[in-house]
């Protein structure tokens, strides 16, 4: 039974880092005119209104795109994320609909999601793009299987799911190395918690040792791991845009110091080519 709803969480410090990610990554496709592929595996419901019941109860925001927006000195990958997404009112998009807003005609969106509630709402959230969309009630890490290669060999695929169940962990290695297999140059990012209970050691070892030598990790964290349950967050990508790394090592300290909460907040940035 899945009752995870993102909307209680909708742009938190998870959200800053891996919205961030992904539209420079959409943002480097971009720079070829051949069209580009997107699968979102566990897209929520798409957009999420900031003032309602369910953020507010949760305060999320306030502590990640709110202080964002507020905050004095944005690096440049930052501040064209931000342009991108400025809205007049609480709207906030999720993954789907900031790929879809810089989808061109001849570009293609799959977004998946199993929760029958955020399905509906993503299905409605996409009506009013005019962007080539799919989307698919169900199993995203089976998607990665039957969606992959995109007919244009460019894309990109994001992997963040909720992690309430223990064999998501397991499943989204099982994806990525399934998804390689079939589509060896896409980027594949994965989104994972940073969770007080849980080592994330063997999780990261297991991705570094996928059939990719070209991989970036990035880590956000918020607070002392002893001060919060959920105390940050990891991206990490598999052929990653060769222009990633730098933006990265220019915002992330900065997202460190503007989200860190009682001025705990600390970033990493790892990479093969770092040594």
Known sequence: MLSYQHGYHAGNHADVLKHLVLHRVLSHLNLKSRGWTFLDTHAGAGQYNLGSDQALK???ARTGILRI??????????????DHIKKDDDRYPGSPLLAASLARPVDRLVFCERHPAEYRELESSCRSSSASIRTIEGD???AVKYTLPPPSRRGAVLIDPSYEREEDWTAVIESIAAGLRRFASGTFMVWYPRLRARDNARFIRALEALESTEWLHAVLDVSKPEEKTFFGSGLFVVNPPWTLAAELALSLPWLADA?????????ALRHPSAG
Do not use: C, I
């Open 259 to 267: 989200l860190g909460q009682d001025q705990q907040g600390t970033f």
């Open 140 to 142: 995203g890490f089976a």
């Open 58 to 60: 949760t305060g999320d």
């Open 69 to 82: 927006r507020q905050a004095e000195g944005k690096p440049a990958p930052v501040n064209a994320w931000l």
